[in-house]
Nanobody
Framework: VQLQASGGGLVQPGGSLRLSCAAS????????MGWFRQAPGKEREAVSC????????YYSDSVKERFVISRDNAENTVYLQMNVLTPDDTAVYYC????????????????WGQGTQVTVSS
């Protein structure tokens, strides 16, 4: 059982990245999924989550209008399109199973990936 996050890297402010999270060993479609991030010295925070059939979707205020979460249950993959990145978005991004509502989401502790580093810097 594994969640493999990929797509992170170094990008300039204003740039874009697309993160992918591929699941193996379990059916992604049975779970709400989320992207969480943790910056150095800060607590982990929920960035965006999507329920198992695609709705509802949650975005934190800090990424609303800039990030787009999506999922392809047939491909067992969840995506996070990140646009207009700022240095404040620098963090390790994790995908994980999640409890999801329109108002928030929480790490569910079933499955999670190893994280992918996103660094926004000029």
């Amino acid at each position: 059982v594994q969640l493999q996050a990929s797509g992170g890297g170094l990008v300039q402010p204003g740039g874009s990245l697309r993160l992918s999270c591929a699941a193996s060993g379990f059916r992604l479609g049975d779970y709400g999924m989320g992207w969480f991030r943790q910056a150095p010295g800060k607590e982990r925070e929920a960035v965006s989550c999507i329920k198992n059939r695609g709705s509802p979707i949650y975005y934190s205020d800090s990424v609303k209008e800039r990030f787009v979460i999506s999922r392809d249950n047939a491909e067992n993959t969840v995506y996070l399109q990140m646009n207009v990145l700022t240095p404040d978005d620098t963090a390790v991004y994790y995908c994980a199973t999640a409890w999801v509502t329109s108002y928030g989401c929480a790490w569910r502790y079933d499955y999670w990936g190893q994280g992918t580093q996103v660094t926004v810097s000029s």
